[in-house]
């Protein structure tokens, strides 16, 4: 079955970094879209950025553009998300996920528990 593991969470001073990973398993990774969303506290999941099935293409929400890098290494079966300016606003717990479909973009489902990531000084 479908087996998304994130990790790289953490607490992080407001201005810091952090890197997000995810170990995708259970399906064949190189043929879909995948995307990070997040979910802040008391509040639905929110998209934060996605890529297409080669890492040619990304999209990033507005919150985070120019802060966050989406990518992927399909030989690994692995998905990315560099965070960097990091605000208290980006407190959240961070999920990958994949397209419904492949080589489409659809919606998106969130397999794997999350990686918390808190913003503070």
């Known amino acids: 079955q479908v087996q998304l593991v994130e990790s790289g969470g953490g607490l992080v001073q407001p201005g810091g970094s952090l890197r997000l990973s995810c170990a995708a398993s259970g399906f064949t990774f190189s043929s879909y879209w995948m995307y990070w969303v997040r979910q802040a506290p008391g509040k639905g999941l929110e998209w934060v950025s996605r890529i297409n099935t080669i890492g040619s293409v990304t999209y990033y929400a507005d919150s985070v553009k120019g802060r966050f890098t989406i990518s992927r290494d399909n030989a690994k079966n692995s998905l990315y998300l560099q965070m960097n300016t990091l605000k208290s606003e980006d407190t959240a717990v961070y999920y990958c996920?994949?397209?419904?479909?492949?080589?489409?973009?659809?919606?998106?489902?969130?397999g794997g528990q999350g990686t918390q990531v808190t913003v503070s000084s």
């Open positions: 996920a994949k397209d419904k479909a492949p080589f489409l973009v659809t919606d998106y489902e969130v």
